[in-house]
T-cell receptor
Framework: RKEVEQDPGPFNVPEGATVAFNCTYS??????FFWYRQDCRKEPKLLMS???SGNEDGRFTAQLNRASQYISLLIRDSKLSDSATYLC???????????FGKGTRLHILP | DTGVSQNPRHKITKRGQNVTFRCDPI?????LYWYRQTLGQGPEFLTY????????KSRLLSDRFSAERPKGSFSTLEIQRTEQGDSAMYLC????????????FGQGTRLTVV
């Protein structure tokens, strides 16, 4: 089983729709979780951290389910500018490397 | 500009040549990562440092690859005897080792081996 797995997509959704991404991780000792966004031919940038209690930032909501070892990202009222690749990121804590999923490509259709 | 800086941004080299890339992390960051990314894939872990110590090197990395961070500041990634399969974007990231801290990426070095 890969350390971090994501649905590769692409997800093609109409503008204004709600889209959800899931990501599973294999190491139960993982403690830090993030969603990064990567635009075409650009470097990844942090979208949001994922906290145990779940967190929301405007149209974006991140959830963590430790029991099932997955994290999710929900985008509401999607905009054309949300088109990008969304990367799930996991690391154990302090002493371990940061591992990326392969990313899920999202296309928002006008 | 206080972000992560990578040089060069682009490198075209002939197969069999050696190349070296440089990464300057955010100044107070003690953790530095190297990743490789090919089209349609997420960043693939290569190696990382805490200060000047190299903590881990990916098993996927052949002996042709070597990385250093001699003074715990900038880092170099060298690829010897390049092969066409080495063509990729090489990304450097840095972070501060505290709880739940993000990694910041440089813009990457795009390597093309011809």
């Amino acid at each position: 089983r890969k350390e971090v797995e994501q649905d590769p997509g692409p997800f093609n959704v109409p503008e204004g729709a709600t889209v959800a991404f899931n990501c599973t991780y294999s190491n139960s000792a993982s403690q830090s979780f993030f969603w990064y966004r990567q635009d075409c031919r650009k470097e990844p940038k942090l979208l949001m951290s994922v906290y145990s209690s779940g967190n929301e930032d405007g149209r974006f909501t991140a959830q963590l389910n430790r029991a099932s070892q997955y994290i999710s990202l929900l985008i509401r009222d999607s905009k054309l500018s949300d088109s990008a690749t969304y990367l799930c990121v996991v690391n154990k804590y302090r002493d371990d490397k940061i591992i990326f999923g392969k990313g899920t490509r999202l296309h928002i259709l006008p | 500009d206080t972000g992560v800086s990578q040089n060069p941004r682009h490198k075209i080299t002939k197969r069999g040549q050696n190349v070296t890339f440089r990464c300057d992390p955010i100044s107070e960051h003690n953790r530095l990562y190297w990743y490789r990314q090919t089209l349609g894939q997420g960043p693939e872990f290569l190696t990382y440092f805490q200060n000047e110590a190299q903590l881990e090197k990916s098993r996927l990395l052949s002996d042709r690859f070597s990385a250093e961070r001699p003074k715990g500041s900038f880092s170099t990634l060298e690829i010897q005897r390049t092969e066409q399969g080495d063509s990729a974007m090489y990304l450097c990231a840095s972070s501060l080792v505290v709880s739940n801290t993000e990694a910041f990426f440089g813009q990457g070095t795009r390597l093309t081996v011809v």
